[in-house]
Structure formats: C-alpha cells, structure tokens
C-alpha cells in the first residue's frame, strides 16, 4: 500500500531520481509508477530521448561505435538538462535509462548536483532479466546478451553507492512502493560517496 506522506515528502524534497538496471530489470514499468504516485513528477525516458534523433540514429551497441557513444554522452547530456528543468520547476525527474559504469553515474552526479540524486539499481538477477524480457511482447523484447558484463561494470563502477535493490521477489507496484518509501535514505548519494575526475 502507498505510503502517502512518504510519496509527499520524496516530491518536495528536490531530488532527482534514477532507476537503472539491466534490460528486464523492470526500469519502465516501476519508474512509471513511481512517478504517478508523485504529486509533481516528470519521467524521462533514456530510450524515448534517444529515438528523437529521426534520421542517422545509431543505438548504444550499434555501429560505428564512436558515433553510437557520441549518440548516448548527447542522451545523457539532454536527460540532465531535462531533469534540471524538471527540478528547478517543481516537479521530481524520475530518470529511466541504463547507466552502465562510474564514468556515466558521475557524469550525472556532475551535472544533477546540487540536486539531491537518488540511485535506484533494479538487480532482481540476470535468470530474472532474461526471464522477463522473454516474457514481454515481442515489439517490446531487447535482444541483448550482456548481461553478466553489465551487471558486473556496474557493481565494481558504483561499489556500494546507491541503492542495490533485489526485486526478484516483487512485483512492479511492490517494487514501486518500496522505492516511495525507502530511496530517500537507502538510494541517496552523498557528495562524498561522488567519485568525481
């Protein structure tokens, strides 16, 4: 059940929410009930940003894979900036997009700040990602294969910063729940937690 001071008090409090995780890990479906349960929010789809580059678009893992990278620092750098706008106005960003290493978490660390940044990490597993993605419509289905390179850059890029959430157990509105009412002290990273280059 809803926590509703605890969803009153995460919109006030200025931050700015990430939900990442591998594909599968559940990032849309929970982040966009996070953000319907929020008084003032904005969801700021990584893949929604991305598919705005109509002609010439090259996906994270395509090829050439200069111009792919240079396509996801341009994601980033609008995702940012979309969720400093959001922000600034009122409304909490809730961020949905797969941050893979500690260089891109600082990037978003770096240009959030002063905001208050919350990390969620979805890790219900990668049996459980793989499981899921099979499970979706076939439209919605990512063919990636990855996953333990993923999960492991992750886990030695953030350490211990942010919130590992296991949500293997949980459903989306259970997972969704318990980011309203725990991410405020178990997701926020503190400036010196912040590996910044």
């Not at 929020?38 to 994270?60: E, K, P, Y």
Request: negative net charge; hydrophobic residues 45%; contains cysteine.
């Amino acid at each position: 059940m809803l926590d509703s001071v605890a969803a009153a008090n995460l919109a006030t409090d200025r931050s700015c929410i990430i939900i990442t995780g591998a594909p599968g890990a559940g990032k849309s479906t929970v982040a966009l009930l996070v953000a319907q349960a929020l008084a003032r929010s904005a969801l700021l789809i990584g893949d929604q940003i991305n598919r705005l580059i109509v002609s010439g678009h090259v996906w994270a893992l395509g090829e050439p894979a200069d111009e792919a990278a240079r396509q996801v620092e341009l994601c980033n750098r609008n995702l940012c900036e979309l969720a400093q706008n959001f922000a600034d106005a009122g409304f909490t960003p809730v961020i949905d997009w797969i941050v893979p290493d500690n260089d891109q978490l600082d990037y978003y660390l770096q240009s959030l700040a002063p905001r208050r940044v919350l990390l969620v990490v979805l890790a219900p597993g990668v049996d459980a990602c793989r499981e899921r993605n099979r499970l979706r419509d076939p439209d919605d289905q990512f063919f990636f294969d990855g996953y333990e390179a993923l999960t492991a850059g992750m886990r030695d890029g953030f350490g211990s910063v942010g919130w590992w959430f296991d949500t293997s157990r949980l459903g989306p509105e259970e997972t969704a729940v318990r980011i309203i009412a725990d991410a405020p002290r178990l997701a926020l990273i503190n400036a010196t937690e912040a590996r910044f280059e």
